[in-house]
């Protein structure tokens, strides 16, 4: 019986496991030698984790399952608060803080084979009347979104 159940259990589980591990989207960010300047004397190495996830999900909720992977290059970024580097490295500076924030990325899609079937560009610097509304990264994340969405109309399907 507990034989039984044991490979009930496991047949069970490859069989929702395959098709979302069949479909995950792959996504790799590598940063420009301005951004990555920026993330290692400014902003912080931890931040890395921050914008990966922000890039992870608006590629995800433009694409869908239609990309196997895509190569992403944070050209610039600029935060629109201190981040937890800059309040330590600066005393004076608080949450408050605010300025404009933005971004320039680029990107390449391909398929399950491997081919470039598509590819987008997007550069956007925010306005200084939203800045003391916003968090660490708005205006990174708002760039993302929308080349995400940009990438997504230069891929077919």
């Not at 951004?35 to 190495?45: F, L, W």
């Not at 320039?104 to 590819?119: C, H, P, Q, R, T």
Request: avoid cysteine; proline fraction near 3%; aromatic fraction near 8%.
């Amino acid at each position: 019986m507990v034989k039984f159940f044991s490979a009930a259990a496991l047949l069970l589980a490859m069989t929702f496991a395959s098709p979302a591990s069949a479909g995950q989207l792959q996504v790799n960010v590598t940063y420009g030698e301005k951004a990555q300047e920026k993330i290692e004397k400014t902003y912080g190495v931890r931040e890395k984790a921050v914008i990966q996830e922000m890039v992870e999900s608006s590629l995800k909720e433009s694409l869908g399952d239609r990309v196997a992977r895509v190569d992403v290059v944070i050209h610039d970024l600029t935060a629109n608060r201190p981040t937890f580097k800059e309040l330590g490295d600066k005393p004076g500076l608080s949450m408050q803080s605010f300025g404009i924030g933005g971004a320039d990325v680029s990107g390449k899609a391909y398929d399950a084979a491997g081919n470039l079937i598509g590819e987008a560009r997007y550069d956007w610097t925010g306005d200084i009347i939203w800045a003391d509304t916003a968090w660490v990264w708005s205006d990174t994340d708002r760039t993302l979104s929308v080349f995400a969405r940009k990438l997504a109309k230069a891929v077919p399907g």
